[in-house]
């Protein structure tokens, strides 16, 4: 009560509360408000048993099945990495330390597609490390594998950034009471260090596992689009689009933000309850 | 003894990580583009389409770090330093943009400006055409880094508090005053990062830019576009050319907003 007596007075001491809230309305209103506005249309005629056959087609299926297994076995890699480089980068001191700290930004950096060209050639049968393989028989290019090379690429920046600044306000007196304690650097890491940073860890898995899911521009090249092999779900959608099939197009693209919006919620969920 | 052990191996694995994920691609688009000599890359980023998809492609960066620098500075101004109704439901609409894949933004763009959009009649009366034209990529582009300074900016003010701002009010200063003396001395340096953030975004749009172009080669093609093109017709060294322009123009930003961290980071501290 007394908190909104308070602020209706607030509003009147500071000036410019009519032009802010005049330009931030009009713009949200333009751009997110009439975009989403039309997506009642774009299910226009059509029904649920349209909606559920496009979603439960032979072709999405094996998309989800490429999506969630690329998304997950790749999301799983950088977790890894993840906590490696941010915890080397907050516990040790070595040269060139600062460029590879902005290294980490680079996948945010350059265009998803750029990195989409320069993966798919380097790992295929005549690349560098494509090439390194292909003489053990592996193929990388044009197979689920590269899908999961490209979702690394554009997921990584998500998990060590996330962890790093929980490690560094992490308070050390707890790793020397249980040093002096007698416990070993493997004990202390995963009985003192890991608990905390692993609401961290969790939620750049969700985000990085997020961001996989719904990539595009890096994975259209290096994943070669075969339907019911390396074609993943935004591929299916680009695919729809190119047929004009609007509203299949959008029912794919609906699970697709159910399934992001579902695993976010899991990881926020599994955040607070750790706390 | 078996802490640098392990000090060492964590090192190694990190470095070996970074440089095959990350700086291996970034050098190969460098070295592919310089394969075939220097003539052939200048040739590939000298052709009028080359010149125009840059053109556009600045273009549209620029109208989404202006937009959305100016959206962010009035947007936190007004959900940090005033209370009133539908609050949390505007900074949610706010962040809407990072939630939906590019592709998805595309599809609904379509739905709102296209021909069988629902504000299509409007734009036909006018006689104003958005989607498979220039301004459909200019609000694609500006819809994908919508949210990005907002922010790196509210949080800031909302730490700042609102005492000062209302002292100075009571003084009898106005708004562009207060802003310019008070507001924007503590936010400068994030609203650089913020912007920089927003441009090395837009540079890179594929995903929406792609469903919006109607792959119209002359008028609509964006850099990141004109390269799948290239690839897709097996013109490799004119792809990667065209790139690394791209990846200059990338780590040119990623340097200053580097910088602009440090920067912020050190305001923070005083």
């Given at each position: 009560?007394?908190?909104?007596?308070?602020?209706?007075?607030?509003?009147k001491?500071?000036?410019?509360?009519g032009?802010?809230?005049?330009?931030t309305?009009?713009?949200?209103?333009?751009?997110?408000?009439?975009?989403?506005?039309?997506?009642?249309?774009?299910?226009?005629?059509?029904?649920?048993?349209?909606?559920?056959?496009?979603?439960?087609?032979?072709?999405?299926?094996?998309?989800?099945?490429?999506?969630?297994?690329?998304?997950?076995?790749?999301?799983?890699?950088n977790?890894?990495?993840?906590?490696?480089?941010?915890?080397?980068?907050?516990?040790?001191?070595?040269?060139?330390k600062?460029?590879?700290?902005?290294?980490?930004?680079?996948?945010f950096?350059?265009?998803?597609?750029?990195?989409?060209?320069?993966?798919?050639?380097?790992?295929s049968?005549k690349?560098?490390?494509?090439?390194?393989?292909?003489?053990?028989g592996?193929?990388?290019?044009?197979?689920?594998?590269?899908?999961?090379?490209?979702?690394?690429?554009?997921?990584?920046?998500f998990?060590?950034?996330?962890?790093?600044?929980?490690?560094?306000?992490?308070?050390?007196?707890?790793?020397?009471?249980?040093?002096?304690?007698?416990?070993?650097s493997?004990?202390?890491?995963?009985?003192?260090?890991?608990?905390?940073?692993?609401?961290?860890?969790?939620?750049?898995?969700?985000?990085?596992?997020?961001?996989?899911?719904?990539?595009?521009?890096?994975?259209?090249?290096?994943?070669?689009?075969i339907?019911?092999?390396?074609?993943?779900l935004?591929?299916?959608?680009?695919?729809?689009?190119?047929?004009?099939?609007?509203?299949?197009?959008?029912?794919?693209?609906?699970?697709?933000?159910?399934?992001?919006?579902?695993?976010?919620?899991?990881?926020?969920?599994?955040?607070?309850?750790?706390? | 003894?078996?802490?640098?052990?392990?000090?060492?191996?964590?090192?190694?694995?990190?470095?070996?990580?970074?440089?095959?994920?990350?700086?291996?691609?970034?050098v190969?688009?460098?070295?592919?583009?310089?394969?075939?000599?220097?003539?052939?890359?200048?040739?590939?980023?000298?052709n009028?389409?080359?010149?125009?998809?840059?053109?556009l492609?600045?273009?549209?960066?620029?109208?989404?770090?202006?937009a959305?620098?100016?959206?962010?500075?009035?947007a936190?101004?007004?959900?940090?330093?005033?209370?009133?109704?539908?609050?949390k439901?505007?900074?949610?609409?706010?962040?809407?943009?990072?939630?939906?894949?590019?592709?998805?933004?595309?599809l609904?763009?379509?739905?709102?400006?296209?021909?069988?959009?629902?504000?299509?009649?409007?734009?036909?009366?006018?006689?104003?055409?958005?989607?498979?034209?220039?301004?459909?990529?200019?609000?694609?582009?500006?819809?994908?880094?919508?949210?990005?300074?907002?922010?790196?900016?509210?949080?800031?003010?909302?730490?700042?508090?609102?005492?000062?701002?209302?002292?100075?009010?009571?003084m009898?200063?106005?708004?562009?005053?207060?802003?310019?003396?008070?507001?924007?001395?503590?936010?400068?340096?994030?609203?650089?990062?913020?912007?920089?953030?927003?441009?090395?975004?837009?540079?890179?749009?594929?995903?929406?830019?792609?469903?919006?172009?109607?792959?119209?080669?002359?008028?609509?093609?964006?850099?990141?576009?004109?390269?799948?093109?290239?690839?897709?017709?097996?013109?490799?060294?004119?792809?990667?050319?065209?790139?690394?322009?791209?990846?200059?123009?990338?780590?040119?930003?990623?340097?200053?907003?580097?910088i602009?961290?440090?920067?912020?980071?050190?305001?923070?501290?005083?």
């Amino acid at each position: 009560m007394f908190k909104g007596t308070f602020s209706a007075d607030k509003n009147k001491a500071i000036p410019g509360f009519g032009l802010s809230f005049g330009i931030t309305f009009a713009m949200v209103g333009f751009v997110v408000l009439v975009p989403l506005a039309s997506i009642p249309l774009m299910f226009d005629g059509y029904s649920f048993k349209d909606f559920w056959e496009t979603i439960a087609d032979k072709q999405a299926v094996y998309a989800y099945v490429v999506s969630f297994s690329c998304a997950a076995f790749a999301s799983g890699v950088n977790l890894f990495f993840g906590i490696v480089l941010a915890w080397i980068l907050v516990r040790y001191n070595f040269p060139f330390k600062r460029l590879l700290d902005g290294m980490i930004e680079l996948p945010f950096a350059l265009p998803t597609s750029v990195a989409g060209i320069s993966l798919t050639a380097l790992y295929s049968d005549k690349g560098l490390i494509g090439g390194l393989f292909n003489m053990a028989g592996i193929k990388i290019s044009y197979t689920p594998a590269g899908i999961v090379v490209s979702m690394i690429f554009v997921g990584i920046p998500f998990v060590v950034r996330s962890i790093q600044p929980v490690l560094e306000k992490l308070d050390r007196h707890y790793e020397e009471a249980a040093q002096i304690m007698g416990a070993d650097s493997t004990h202390i890491f995963f009985k003192v260090i890991f608990p905390e940073i692993f609401p961290a860890a969790i939620s750049g898995f969700g985000m990085a596992f997020a961001r996989s899911l719904g990539e595009y521009g890096s994975v259209v090249f290096i994943s070669g689009n075969i339907p019911y092999k390396t074609q993943t779900l935004s591929l299916v959608v680009m695919n729809k689009l190119e047929q004009f099939n609007y509203p299949g197009a959008a029912s794919i693209a609906l699970v697709m933000l159910a399934a992001a919006s579902f695993v976010l919620c899991l990881s926020h969920i599994l955040q607070i309850k750790r706390k | 003894m078996e802490k640098s052990f392990v000090k060492k191996i964590l090192i190694f694995l990190g470095i070996l990580f970074l440089a095959i994920m990350l700086v291996l691609p970034l050098v190969s688009v460098l070295f592919h583009a310089f394969e075939n000599g220097i003539k052939v890359f200048i040739k590939s980023i000298s052709n009028e389409e080359a010149l125009k998809a840059l053109q556009l492609t600045l273009i549209a960066a620029g109208a989404a770090v202006i937009a959305n620098t100016v959206f962010g500075i009035f947007a936190s101004f007004l959900i940090t330093k005033f209370s009133f109704r539908f609050k949390k439901i505007f900074s949610l609409l706010i962040d809407v943009p990072l939630a939906v894949s590019p592709v998805v933004a595309g599809l609904m763009l379509i739905f709102a400006f296209g021909k069988r959009g629902w504000l299509g009649p409007v734009l036909d009366y006018l006689g104003t055409k958005i989607i498979f034209d220039i301004p459909g990529i200019l609000i694609a582009t500006i819809f994908v880094t919508f949210p990005l300074v907002f922010r790196e900016i509210a949080p800031l003010m909302q730490t700042q508090g609102t005492e000062e701002e209302e002292a100075a009010a009571m003084m009898g200063a106005n708004w562009f005053c207060i802003f310019r003396k008070i507001t924007f001395p503590n936010i400068k340096w994030a609203l650089f990062y913020g912007s920089a953030l927003c441009a090395s975004r837009a540079l890179g749009e594929f995903g929406a830019v792609s469903v919006i172009s109607g792959h119209l080669r002359e008028k609509t093609n964006t850099m990141t576009l004109y390269v799948e093109i290239l690839f897709n017709e097996f013109e490799l060294a004119s792809a990667f050319a065209v790139s690394s322009i791209l990846v200059m123009i990338s780590l040119m930003i990623l340097i200053l907003r580097t910088i602009a961290e440090y920067k912020a980071k050190k305001w923070e501290d005083k």
